[in-house]
């Protein structure tokens, strides 16, 4: 299944104006989070959240160290699964809002990453005795001295998607502007 050749018919009797608005909304959430850090809640923060803990009750049937990580690995999968449902319908726009979701929950990851020696962030829980995730796995994995790197690696992924996904979604807006209208 190629991309190129369906997008003219996909932009045809799509409305940008809309579109645009929510791209640069997102877009400029996405950004904050990228320059504030942990002060700058997004608008996918919330739903990233509930998905990471449920990660935890996902991943449990695996051991301690799956169901530790299961969390950020469902925070990763969620985002991933929407957007392969939503490229089978071929909703390129809607891909690019995932990739914005995605970019932020990948953010949140790297603030947790770096966090993992400093114990600076205020931790939410399910659980009694909710743990600091990636402490404990870089820890078990003997890396925790590298959390910092590790995290910038995050960070740079995710930088890399929110970019992408600006300029892909500027692009299909463009091409809805550009292909006539039917009717």
């Given at each position: 299944m190629t991309l190129e050749p369906s997008i003219p018919d996909y932009a045809r009797g799509r409305w940008w104006l809309w579109r645009l608005p929510l791209l640069l909304l997102l877009?400029?959430?996405?950004?904050?989070?990228?320059?504030?850090?942990?002060?700058?809640?997004?608008?996918?923060?919330?739903?990233?959240?509930?998905?990471?803990e449920f990660g935890h009750l996902f991943f449990a049937?695996?051991?301690?160290?799956?169901?530790?990580?299961?969390?950020?690995?469902?925070q990763l999968l969620i985002p991933l699964g929407a957007g392969a449902l939503l490229y089978h319908h071929r909703d390129y726009f809607g891909i690019t809002v995932v990739g914005l979701w995605l970019a932020s929950s990948?953010?949140?990851?790297?603030?947790?990453?770096?966090?993992?020696r400093s114990f600076d962030l205020d931790l939410l829980s399910?659980?009694?005795?909710?743990?600091h995730d990636w402490a404990w796995l870089l820890q078990h994995w003997g890396v925790v001295q590298h959390n910092l790197?590790?995290?910038?690696a995050v960070r740079g992924v995710g930088l890399l998607l929110l970019g992408a996904s600006v300029l892909s979604g500027l692009w299909l807006c463009y091409q809805m502007w550009a292909v006539p209208r039917d009717g």
């Open positions: 877009a400029g959430d996405v950004l904050g989070q990228y320059r504030g850090g942990v002060e700058e809640p997004t608008l996918f923060s919330g739903i990233t959240f509930g998905v990471h049937f695996g051991g301690e160290t799956l169901t530790v990580l299961g969390g950020s690995l469902m990948l953010f949140d990851m790297a603030i947790y990453i770096a966090d993992a399910f659980g009694e005795e909710g743990g790197g590790i995290a910038s």
